[in-house]
């Protein structure tokens, strides 16, 4: 019992470290200001993951007899809740929705209006105007789960996995426009991982189903070659030919290789090419691609989708990663499609750039065949069954069980795979609760940072020295932007700035044609589709919008941001 709690023990503390929070315990765990931080901005249902974890690491190092302090897991929260005068340690449910008025900071700047989760003086049909094919990205799943866990609302749309059509899940429009992968600046993208991971545990605790990473059995991989090289390996070896690449060059060359020819053909990616031949072309790859005398005229259709499978199967590390390949197989017992749907959506933010990178052009190659179904007969159900083999089966766990049960598994994972081709493009949508809580925590860490008193001499300073050097060399246009105006910059492609003014239908999108009408500096070679507005600073890092994006709006939210054209790194 000892040895499994022990265990257990381990499991969590990866867990914590994972989450980005290892200093809540251990030798570092007096040191944990920037955690207090990250944990003020969590909703009730996270914070209750993260408690249940540190509660459990806390007990294994005390039965480790570990000679370091040990803090008590109610202090933790006890401390980044005094200064809200509220004690967030179970004894009285804590307020899930943060919120700030659109008044002025401590520094006297202008705060946004941030909201992170559910009010609890609402009740849960108020609280979710959504309709229930819509996926609602601005509260907290697990927050939706544990509201809806004892409500008539969460009979419906049952998980009934085997059903064989897919609700017709949307995205309603937000004025603060979408933010998918790819929008944030990595700094922020770090923080996104870390409360998907946490959000991701607190969903999975809501609806009754474990949650825990999963370690490989350490194998030999190769260090080069195309087949059965990880692909942080490949990327590498593909990134000297050519710089920038995400996505593997031999994963690419067999995507293009199947649609040279037409899509339309019968039985695509079902029937499989002749198996020696297969092993003769994958030799012959691995000799010649990179030389670039491999015969590609040899390779049939059949013959490039069996590689291109064999290539997914042949990772030693699957796309899907060791840590959640389980957790991808196990959104199938989660009770609704649409807990299952958000529960992908989370998963899909924790894999690693290029795992994510290249499953998404899978998943929209995979797309692009069933999109010919009327004359290849591969629809969604049988391309989802030919394909989750490929992406699902893993023997290097260590452990029998798992190859065990892969016939049991295979329907269900099918379902999983239906669900990641279907919903592709929800699931690389960053939900809006979790950007505003990272918009909260860039917001509080600038807080603790201004109170640092040579910070406040310096920022006292270059306050002084502008104001100076402003009344000496102001210019009409340096002058300052008057209210309900902003003022945008393309400091890479032109010299002139725009001042515009804000408007109840002004779009994102406009700004950038406004700004395309120009015939100043490099404007003029521009494309509408190779430039984007991104709003910078203030309580982001980094995001680029999207057209539709309502520019008073995001103001309101962000009103300390500046607005800068430029163009978006492939």
Known sequence: MINRFKFKGELEEEWLKEAGLSNLFGESSGDSLESMVFLSTLTRTQKAAVEKRVETVTQTMRKKNKQHQI???????????????????????STVR?????????????????????????????????SDTDINLEISFAEQAANLKDSSIGKM??????????????LPKDKTGTTRIGDLAPQDMKK???????ELTALYDILGTEFKQQKAVKI?????????????????????????????LIFQKLIAQIEEATLETE??????????????????????????????????????????????????????????????????????????L???????????????????VLLEFLQRVIDHRDKNKMTLKNVAMVMAPNLFTFHGFGSKTIEQSEFVMAAGTANVMRFMIQYQKLLWTIPKFIVNQVRKQNTESQKKEKKDK??????????????????????????????????????????????????????????????????????????????????????????????????????????????????KQS
Not at 116 to 124: R, S, V, W
Not at 192 to 198: C, D, E, G, Q, R
């Open 192 to 198: 996104v991982y870390s409360l998907a991971l946490i």
């Open 98 to 130: 943060t919120s700030e008025n659109k008044s002025e900071t401590q520094d006297g700047t202008k705060g946004p209006n941030f909201s992170l989760g559910m009010d609890e003086q609402k009740t849960p049909a108020e609280d979710m105007p959504f």
């Open 157 to 170: 749309c049952k998980g009934g996995g085997g059903d064989t059509l897919l609700p017709n899940f949307r």
């Open 220 to 248: 030999k991989t190769k260090d080069s070659g195309l087949f059965g090289v990880p692909l942080s390996v490949l990327l590498e070896q593909d990134q000297k030919k050519v710089p920038g690449t995400k996505i593997p």
């Open 267 to 340: 039985g695509l990616l079902r029937i499989p090419g002749v198996a020696t031949r297969i092993k003769s072309l994958c030799q012959e790859l691995e000799a010649k691609f990179y030389e670039g005398t491999f015969n590609w005229e040899n390779v049939k259709q059949h013959d490039a989708a069996s590689l291109l499978k064999l290539f997914i199967r042949e990772l030693p590390q699957p796309l899907l990663t060791v840590e959640y390949l389980k957790a991808f197989q196990d959104v199938q017992n989660l009770p609704t499609k649409k807990q299952q």
């Open 342 to 360: 958000q529960a992908l959506n989370l998963l899909v933010l924790l894999l690693p750039e290029a795992n994510r990178d290249t499953l998404k």
């Open 454 to 567: 040579s910070m406040k001499k310096l920022l006292k300073k270059m306050a002084y020295d502008r104001e100076k050097h402003e009344k000496q060399e102001k210019t009409p246009n340096d002058a300052d932007v008057p209210q309900g105006v902003i003022r945008v910059q393309a400091p890479h492609l032109s010299k002139v700035s725009m001042a515009i003014q804000l408007t109840e239908e002004l779009k994102a999108g406009d700004v950038v044609a406004r700004f395309l009408s120009q015939k100043s500096g490099n404007v003029q070679t521009l494309k509408k589709e190779e430039v984007f507005l991104y709003e910078i600073g203030g309580n982001i890092g980094e995001r680029c919008l999207d057209d539709d994006t309502y520019m008073k709006d995001l103001y309101q939210l962000n009103p300390n941001a500046e607005w800068v054209i430029k163009s």
């Open 71 to 93: 803090p008590d897991v109610r202090d933790i929260f006890r401390v980044q809740n005094d200064s809200k005068g509220k004690v967030c340690d179970g004894s009285e449910p």
